[in-house]
């Protein structure tokens, strides 16, 4: 773990039930919140992005972010699994960022961990830890896209989910917004993915009458981590020639959803 700030693990709700009974409720839900997901993923087919670029089949995507990107890749490793692609999730507690605290220590590792992944595809979701001037992310973002071509494949930046700031993110709630305007610039040359979509504009904590995002205003409850992935995979599809995402019946109630890392839901 980089950091020790409470944010890096999701906060369980006073009250909500642990163990078989509690990884149960969240397959119910889950279960019931599949017509969302077939929604959402044919809107997405509906609404081409016109930020998308012609990548090759992916062979394997790697997935790289903080805490909240470790979450939605259980369901995104179920789905890539499904749809005959393999898999490696490089996120992190309490760190995953390029730039930013601690960054410094994450580079030592990352190209070696990218290079030997083989990937076809890298997807950086922009970190609640990306903070610093627009010269120091363009920077670490440039080095990210250096690296992944380096190695032959594609990169991709995802937009984060909006946050709940307490006292700890509230001071960089400046840095954050920019980050997205700095991945912007990277069009052309990488492949930015605007996850509004997903999220909306402001932390909402519960869609359709189900819990969406952690109570502790920063991570995924499974369903929006569900949500995410069938847009996500939507997105790839229309960007990668030859990739067919699996249908969501196929991955949406595979056990990912009773993981402990789900809390707050």
């Known amino acids: ?35 969302g997901l077939l929604l959402l993923t044919s809107a997405c087919a509906r609404n081409p992005d016109a930020t998308t670029a012609s990548m090759p089949k992916p062979s394997t995507v790697v997935f790289l972010g903080d805490s909240v990107a470790e979450g939605e890749s ?22 995953g960022n390029v730039v930013g605290p601690f960054a410094d220590e ?15 595809v890298v997807v950086y979701q922009l970190t609640t830890y990306d903070w610093g001037s627009e010269a120091e992310q363009q920077a670490a973002y440039d080095r990210l896209l250096g690296t992944v071509t ?10 984060s989910p909006p946050i709940r700031p307490d006292d700890f993110y ?22 930015v993915f605007d996850a509004g979509a997903v999220w909306g504009g402001e932390y909402q904590q519960v869609r359709d009458g189900r819990p969406d995002r952690s109570a502790d205003g920063i991570h995924t409850c499974p369903q929006g981590a569900a949500r995410f992935t069938a847009w996500l995979l939507a997105q790839l599809a229309k960007a990668l020639p030859g990739f067919t995402p699996a249908p969501a019946p196929e991955w949406a109630n595979t056990g990912w959803s009773a993981d402990q890392h789900f809390q707050g839901c």
């Open 1 to 35: 773990m980089i950091l020790g700030h409470n944010r890096d693990t999701a906060a369980k709700a006073a009250g909500r039930a642990g163990g078989t009974v509690g990884a149960m409720t969240r397959t119910r839900l889950l279960a019931l919140g599949l017509t």
């Open 170 to 191: 509230r001071p960089h709630l400046a840095e954050l917004a920019h980050a997205r305007a700095v991945a912007d610039t990277s069009q052309g040359r990488a492949v």
């Open 106 to 120: 994450n580079w030592k590792k990352l190209p070696g961990e990218i290079a030997s992944a083989r990937p076809t």
């Open 150 to 159: 380096g190695t032959g494949a594609e990169l991709v930046f995802v937009t």
């Open 74 to 95: 259980l369901p995104l490793a179920a789905a890539l699994k499904a749809s005959g692609t393999g898999f490696v999730s490089l996120a992190a507690d309490g760190g």
